[in-house]
């Protein structure tokens, strides 16, 4: 019976606002030795893949994800397969995008059906988030195999972690009798307690945290939806049936199309009409068959700043730093600057967060609270809320490094290969500079080459694009001039990604 991971990549991450947000939220976002958590969630769901049994292992990843973050968990896929190297090939992609979120029942119904005809109904499904933190994969696949036999027997299989002290962020499992499967049955879920009761929880022993991992077979899952949520399973199912497919390619030249994956778009209409509900509520809370399998790996699942500053070494102050912080007579700090230099002196208890357009400076025991930030920063329609000043793009990114009336400067990256949709504006003009690299100019009837230090000028209205045709990362500045300089004054009359605005 073989195993087929699905990476639940929704969620918005705004307890790590200001580096995680709506459009560039944590999962993506390079937290752990450059690599982002759905990056490091892929290598070690991969490489179980590749490495278990092969009549255990299917050598297939399913990601389930927003739309709108359709390249970003591409370039996670990518980044995860040139990491494990050539062997990743072998392992198929495909990744789930739904129009709206509709919370985690409907993602994991959208799977169950999509894997359904390769995998069979008595195939196992491993439900993973994208944005834990598990250092010690193989722990963590000794964990899965444990909970192989109580999946085959119809029990849902969920994976609670070994608390190590009394938390107020995650949810708790209470543990009943044990299974003859050698799991044990959920005598009960507690949602997060305050800090009473967490110390309760454990004086009481029994009990572990709710990491939202989950073991099922595809036919117990459908089961379950069918008699718990029939209205969600009917949404899913119209959607899929409608569903539309495209096979991706490689965001740059050379790499292996196998490193591509197949992207799946549910139909809008009948997903939208869904309801929103976690599997917790939908499922979880009613089903019969709840088993759980205690992990006694490092686990973390990167919820708040408290959460990240643990990932750090500390010095002997209990100081932690990552990127240009420095401390001084403090202790008990936590200090992420990853472009300036950041001097936290005389301080204690805080974490501080710096990002290019927005600095958060807060004490420890109010963490849990920056989500509430993100809310007030929504309401005074503040841009910081939503998006960063360095904008990710499926052809590359760009960065807003200044502004003012009638111009704004950006500096812009193509990737290898990849090249803009072909445009015009109504109300601004550009001057483009070619700082590392080789641009290819698309300007009205012209087609030219320019390259490092060369410059060119698109005059307003006239059709341009920009490709970048090397094998090097395209870096370029761009100045623009004019009375009306939003992102929403580009007309797009050809474009690679199926983009009209």
């Not at 059709?463 to 992102?487: A, C, D, F, T, W």
Request: glycine residues 8%; charged residues 20%; negative net charge.
């Amino acid at each position: 019976m073989k195993i087929t991971p699905v990476v639940l990549c929704g969620g918005s991450g705004t307890r790590l606002w200001p580096l995680s947000r709506k459009s560039f939220p944590k999962q993506f976002v390079p937290l752990i030795g450059n690599k982002s958590l759905l990056q490091l969630t892929l290598e070690r769901l991969a490489g179980l893949a590749l490495n278990a049994d092969s009549a255990k292992a299917s050598k297939h990843i399913v990601c389930v994800a927003s739309e709108e973050h359709r390249f970003l968990v591409s370039d996670a896929l990518e980044a995860a397969n040139l990491a494990l190297g050539s062997g990743a090939d072998l392992v198929a992609k495909t990744v789930l995008l739904e129009p709206t979120g509709r919370n985690t029942a409907a993602a994991m119904a959208l799977a169950a059906l999509a894997v359904k005809p390769s995998a069979g109904l008595d195939g196992l499904l491993l439900f993973c988030p994208a944005d834990h933190h598990i250092p010690d994969t193989q722990a963590f696949v000794d964990s899965v195999q444990e909970g192989v036999e109580a999946a085959k027997l119809g029990a849902i299989v969920t994976f609670g972690v070994v608390p190590t002290f009394p938390s107020t962020a995650y949810g708790y499992i209470e543990q009943g009798a044990e299974r003859p499967d050698g799991s044990r049955l959920v005598k009960r879920f507690i949602e997060k307690p305050n800090a009473i009761k967490a110390q309760e929880l454990l004086l009481q022993g029994g009990v572990l945290w709710n990491a939202g991992i989950f073991l099922v077979s595809v036919s117990t899952l459908l089961k379950a939806l069918e008699t718990h949520a029939s209205d969600i399973l009917k949404s899913c199912e119209a959607a899929m049936l409608a569903s539309t497919q495209e096979s991706g390619a490689p965001s740059q030249p050379g790499l292996n199309k196998t490193m591509a994956a197949s992207f799946v778009r549910p139909e809008p209409v009948a997903f939208k009409a869904c309801r929103s509900e976690s599997i917790d509520y939908a499922v979880m809370e009613h089903f019969a068959q709840v088993a759980v399998v205690p992990f006694k790996g490092q686990w973390s699942d990167v919820g708040s700043w408290n959460a990240v500053a643990d990932l750090t070494p500390a010095d002997a102050d209990g100081n932690r730093v990552e990127g240009k912080g420095i401390t001084l007579h403090a202790r008990n700090t936590f200090v992420h600057a990853p472009g300036r230099t950041v001097v936290a002196l005389g301080t204690q208890d805080l974490l501080i967060v710096d990002t290019s357009d927005a600095l958060l400076v807060v004490h420890r025991d109010h963490a849990e609270g920056v989500k509430e930030v993100v809310s007030l920063l929504e309401k005074g329609q503040l841009t910081e809320a939503v998006t960063h000043r360095k904008v990710a793009r499926p052809w590359g990114w760009y960065d807003s490094v200044d502004m003012g009336d009638r111009f704004q400067v950006k500096r812009i990256g193509v990737k290898p290969g990849a090249s803009l949709s072909l445009q015009k504006h109504h109300h601004r003009a550009e001057h483009w500079i070619v700082v590392a690299g080789t641009a290819e100019v698309t300007r009205g009837t012209e087609i030219f080459l320019l390259s490092e230090n060369q410059s060119t000028y698109i005059p307003i209205g006239e059709v341009h694009r920009l490709k970048n045709p090397g094998k090097v990362y395209l870096e370029m500045i761009e100045v623009q001039s004019g009375g009306y300089l939003g992102e929403d004054d580009i007309v797009r009359l050809e474009d690679t990604y199926g983009r009209v605005s």
